[in-house]
């Protein structure tokens, strides 16, 4: 819960608002891949999703987004599984450090693909 829930400082309090259906569909791909996901970033308030450089209204606001850091490989297989199973619309991929992905974005709310 705790890797879930709003990190922001002087704002919510750490509120852990994730949509239920998206964590149904995080976890059902953790489970079919086996292995780990190490969230970075969950469910963000509105006020610390702005500070971050976000929208107040952004996918984090709804629930229904994470950040997660992968090995390259690993990535590669959250985001094909992902995208298959009709889970995966909104991709975010930072540029990858040697064998590491820095992190991915993952949400469900729309068909974008971009890069950090």
């Known amino acids: ?40 970033s969950g469910y963000r308030c509105p006020k610390h999703n702005k500070a971050v450089g976000g929208t107040e209204n952004g996918p984090h ?11 390259s490989e690993h990535a590669a297989q959250v985001i094909e599984l992902g995208f298959q199973k009709g889970y995966i619309k909104g991709l975010g991929v930072s540029y990858p450090n040697r064998s590491v992905v820095k992190f991915i974005h993952i949400d469900d709310l729309g068909l974008r693909l971009w890069s950090y």
């Open 61 to 71: 606001t709804t629930g229904r987004a994470v950040d997660i850091t992968l090995s």
């Open 1 to 40: 819960m705790e890797e879930l829930s709003c990190r922001g400082n002087d704002c919510c309090g750490g509120e852990m608002k994730m949509d239920p259906e998206f964590m149904r569909k995080l976890v059902d791909l953790r489970r079919t891949l086996g292995f780990p996901f190490y969230i970075t």
